[in-house]
């Protein structure tokens, strides 16, 4: 297993390269994966990835965390470029601790934030030290 470099801006991969390659996946297949972190906790499940269209691009993965057979639980926006998409182990690996988590703007999935908002998404990405998606070049 290998993991390769980001030509274009997103999750990066490790790639279990006994398989087929995950360069191009529908966006369900990924739905449901856990997401872990370096210290092999769990920090939730993915539930949606949403798409910048006009971008063509993926802006960010919806994660649930602290939910019971689906009940409950709040709903977290991950930059896609946090994941770490592990093919091997069908999960993704987000480099941050469970307490970054925690204590991370959230919502429930009654009431989503304005995602198109750029003030909310902007945000996002300020409390995870990421850069937005919308920011980065089209080609490595």
């Known amino acids: 297993m290998h ?6 801006p997103g999750a990066a991969i490790r790639i279990n ?6 360069r191009l996946m529908t966006a369900n297949t990924l739905e449901g994966n856990a997401v872990i972190n370096q210290a092999d906790e769990t920090l939730g499940t993915i539930t949606d990835i949403m798409l910048d269209v006009p971008q063509g691009r993926i802006a960010y993965a919806v994660m649930t965390s602290g939910s019971f057979l689906g009940m409950g639980g709040k709903l977290f926006a991950l930059p896609w470029n ?13 480099d941050i601790a469970k307490e970054t988590i925690s204590n991370a703007p959230g919502f429930d999935k009654d009431h989503w934030p304005d995602v198109a908002e750029l ?6 990405h300020s409390y995870y030290g990421t850069q ?9």
């Open 82 to 94: 946090l994941l770490t998409l592990d093919t091997e182990r069908k999960c993704f690996i987000c």
């Open 132 to 140: 937005p998606h919308w920011e980065k070049n089209n080609h490595a």
């Open 3 to 8: 993991e390769q470099p980001n030509a274009a």
């Open 119 to 124: 003030g909310w998404q902007q945000d996002v």
């Open 17 to 22: 390269s006994s398989g087929p390659g995950p």
